[in-house]
């Protein structure tokens, strides 16, 4: 269900900014900047405009990101990955990215 919730805030947060660049994109477009598209979509096409197809993508980025993690957690447990088997491997990585660099000198 957090996949799910991830894809929905996802969707909603990225579709109105593809209704602008696709709008940029597109013939009817005087426009090469982001604020001045909106304002030219807006005008043209109202409001509406920038959520237009948004109940589509909440229901298809929901169900893509949600069944991303119904899988790992599918193939976690087919495999006997458990909590401490996850909490191992991010210790791992930590200290690796620690001796990857960045100290000072």
């Not at 597109?26 to 001045?36: H, L």
């Not at 109940?55 to 599918?74: L, S, T």
Request: charged share 15%.
């Amino acid at each position: 269900m957090a996949g799910f919730g991830a894809g929905v805030v996802g969707a909603v947060v990225s579709q109105p900014a593809d209704a602008v660049l696709t709008w940029l994109a597109g013939a009817e477009s005087k426009s090469s900047e982001f604020f001045s598209g909106f304002r030219e979509l807006v005008g043209a096409k109202g409001l509406g405009s920038v959520g237009k197809g948004m109940g589509e993508r909440i229901v298809w980025a929901g169900a893509i990101i949600g069944g991303q993690f119904a899988v790992y957690d599918v193939v976690r447990d087919m495999v006997g990955v458990g909590d401490e088997g996850i909490r191992q491997a991010v210790i791992a990585a930590q200290v690796v990215a620690g001796a990857g660099g960045g100290g000072g000198g």
